[in-house]
T-cell receptor, first 115, second 111 residues
């Protein structure tokens, strides 16, 4: 069973469109994250949610809106897609508290190409 | 200056070689340190945590020098399957478990 699953795996779309990426974890973790990995391979945190509440928002444009309907899901909606949004987006999760420090489990990634 | 710096490589080594990667971090508030591994077109996976006294996991040894803000990873007896990108990761406490990743060092182990 996949621990952290995200869909779709590939997403090709036109500039200006709105798209969503879904993420689910079956590990019973309290905290979920979205990361962006650009063409230079730098992996940067975008958002973090703990028990459905936003705890980190790293100066991401407000075209990006995360939504956590429950602690097992963290979806990412992107409005008015731009060329610079092309990247691989990774969802991750971790346990809360000291036990989860630094140990994050990543989904397989969603490759977004904006044309 | 990036918060976590690594030599991007690639490091091309023969099987059986010993190879070392270094990483420096700029934020002295960083409290926890890790090495993650990312295979080509795959997700990052935790390789090992880095403890102040240094720690070993099989062929892998991690060291931390807080005074110099420097972390290292040593791989002994390299295997073909070690070929991957190794990501140095730091975390500040009380920052929502937020990880800051280095750009990674690419290792290619050749037969």
């Amino acid at each position: 069973d996949t621990a952290v699953s995200q869909t779709p795996k590939y997403l090709v779309t036109q500039m200006g469109n709105d798209k969503s990426i879904k993420c689910e974890q079956n590990l019973g973790h309290d905290t979920m994250y979205w990361y962006k990995q650009d063409s230079k391979k730098f992996l940067k945190i975008m958002f973090s949610y703990n028990n459905k509440e936003l705890i980190i928002n790293e100066t991401v444009p407000n075209r990006f809106s995360p939504k956590s309907p429950d602690k097992a899901h963290l979806n990412l909606h992107i409005n008015s897609l731009e060329l610079g949004d092309s990247a691989v987006y990774f969802c991750a999760s971790s346990r809360g508290g000291l036990a989860g420090l630094g140990v994050q489990y990543f989904g397989a990634g969603t490759r977004l190409s904006v044309l | 200056r990036k918060e976590v710096e690594q030599d991007p490589g690639p490091f091309n080594v023969p099987e059986g070689a010993t190879v070392a990667f270094n990483c420096t971090y700029s934020n002295s508030a960083s409290q926890s340190f890790f090495w993650y591994r990312q295979d080509c077109r795959k997700e990052p996976k935790l390789l090992m945590s880095v403890y102040s006294s240094g720690n070993e996991d099989g062929r892998f040894t991690a060291q931390l020098n807080r005074a110099s803000q420097y972390i290292s990873l040593l791989i002994r007896d390299s295997k073909l399957s070690d070929s991957a990108t190794y990501l140095c990761v730091v975390m500040k406490l009380n920052a929502g478990n937020m990880l800051t990743f280095g750009g990674g060092t690419r290792l290619m182990v050749k037969p």
